[in-house]
């Protein structure tokens, strides 16, 4: 079963920020928080991950709470191109451990004009 | 660099035939091979893994005997669907990991969809 619980779809204008939230409260110490998206009839596209710290690079940043329980995604600028499904996944350190990649249902982030 | 490709991206075929899908790690060993199903507005989900050179790891309700998995070298791993019924149109994604070789970083292909008539 998936770790994480998100909300089932969101909403978001065009150029604006697009805040997806992920709740992970059994994360384990070890375990970093995984962001992939999936547009229509696509694999699923690796975004960002982080451990503890918050993250950024060129597609979204990454925040995570000091309790490492709750995460959020940000798409600082939301295009068209960006309405996708959303997957949030909590999996052990893959430089170092192997562990499957179970997805839950993701948000689906619907861009609007 | 760390491409997956999947051969064919489409494929429709008539029930009863087999069917076999390509997932190949252009730029990587992949040691480890997993492949999902995603039916219709559904999330991905899990049906084996497979090591190179071994036999796969079927998930729970998977049947090994319809979905043969071959995974005979470090950069390619078929997926056959044998006697295909409709039921079995899906959307098809492997993904590769180098694993002990480098890291267990797991690479998405593009999918492949199946359409059985």
């Known amino acids: 079963d998936a770790k994480t619980t998100q909300p089932p779809s969101m909403d978001c204008a065009e150029g604006r920020a697009a805040n997806l939230p992920c709740n992970h409260s059994?994360?384990?110490?070890?375990?970093?928080v995984y962001w992939y998206r999936q547009i229509h009839s696509q694999g699923p596209q690796y975004i960002i991950h982080?451990?503890?710290n918050n993250e950024t690079n060129e597609m979204a940043s990454l925040i995570i709470t000091e309790d490492r329980k709750s995460s959020t995604l940000i798409l600082p600028h939301a295009t068209l191109r960006d309405t996708a499904v959303y997957y949030c996944?909590?999996?052990?350190?893959?430089?170092?451990?192997?562990?499957?990649?179970?997805f839950g249902p993701g948000t689906s982030l619907s861009v609007i004009p | 660099g760390a491409v997956v490709s999947q051969h064919p991206s489409w494929v429709i075929c008539k029930s009863g035939t087999s069917v076999k899908i390509e997932c190949r790690s252009l730029?990587?060993?992949?040691?480890?091979m997993f492949w999902y199903r995603q039916f219709p507005k559904q999330s991905l989900m899990l049906m084996a893994t497979?090591?190179?050179?071994?036999?796969?790891?079927?998930e729970q309700g998977v049947e090994k005997d319809k979905f043969l998995i071959n995974h005979a070298s470090l950069t390619l791993s078929t997926l056959t669907v044998t006697s295909a019924h409709p039921e079995d149109s899906s959307f098809y994604i492997c993904?590769?990991?180098?694993?002990?070789?480098?890291?267990?970083?797991?690479?998405f292909g593009p999918g492949t969809r199946l359409t059985v008539t």
């Open positions: 993904s590769a990991s180098p694993g002990p070789i480098s890291s267990y970083e797991q690479y």
């Open positions: 059994t994360i384990s110490g070890n375990e970093y």
């Open positions: 982080g451990l503890k």
């Open positions: 996944i909590v999996r052990v350190d893959p430089k170092t451990s192997y562990d499957k990649v179970i």
């Open positions: 730029d990587f060993q992949a040691t480890t």
């Open positions: 497979s090591n190179e050179g071994s036999k796969a790891t079927y």
